[in-house]
């Protein structure tokens, strides 16, 4: 039996997350099999278990990718010519919008099934964490541009995400995406009033 080229192996990858996505929105993590992803994807059992080791791995490697897709989108968002006062606003924006992802449901009932394993935590909460570099850098802009007074860096950062992360329980409250939206408008509103020069 020929080997397969690296392209035939990628491509053979992509389907069998694609199918898995489409399952796990639609029937959620938990009533998702691995034989049902099999059957969608027409791939064989052997080549989805040589690609991921378990429907786990292949979970998270699907929150990577759309971390991946996130970012991707907000180097698109954030341009050079906008204010840093901008790009945060931008940046609550493009993290509220995040909430219509359809994977949303599927990935708080993983960690929800996977709060006892240590290793999956961590690695949620490492695909979370890119988000830290990139408020770091708006905020760093904006104290260099003076728009934003001095304050300690990694702390600023640390307090805007959490701010940020937390209005993720309005996903909960049944608020209209408008609701939503206004909130984070609302936080960023009241976090620069706090580093403002002007305040």
Avoid: C
């Avoid at 850098?137 to 728009?147: P, T």
Wanted: glycine letters at 6%; a negative charge; zero cysteines.
């Amino acid at each position: 039996m020929a080997r397969r080229t690296p392209e035939e192996a990628e491509r053979t990858k992509q389907k069998i997350m694609e199918s898995a996505k489409e399952l796990f929105i639609r029937k959620g993590y938990g009533a998702t099999s691995m034989e049902d992803i099999r059957v969608l994807s027409g791939v064989s059992k052997g080549s989805i278990y040589y690609h991921y080791k378990s429907k786990e791995q292949l979970f998270v490697q699907l929150l990577e990718q759309n971390m991946l897709e996130w970012e991707e989108e907000w180097r698109t968002i954030s341009r050079p010519e906008m204010t840093a006062t901008e790009k945060l606003y931008a940046f609550a924006h493009h993290y509220a919008n995040n909430f219509d992802d359809p994977l949303i449901s599927a990935s708080e009932e993983f960690a929800g099934s996977h709060g006892s394993d240590p290793a999956v935590l961590d690695k949620i909460f490492e695909i979370n964490r890119q988000h830290y570099p990139i408020i770091k850098e708006i905020l760093e802009e904006g104290m260099k541009r003076g728009e934003f007074r001095q304050e300690e860096l990694n702390t600023l950062t640390m307090i805007l995400m959490g701010l940020i992360a937390g209005l993720g329980l309005t996903y909960f409250e049944n608020m209209s995406k408008d609701e939503i939206l206004a909130i984070h408008q609302k936080a960023i509103d009241l976090f620069l009033q706090g580093i403002s020069h002007k305040s």
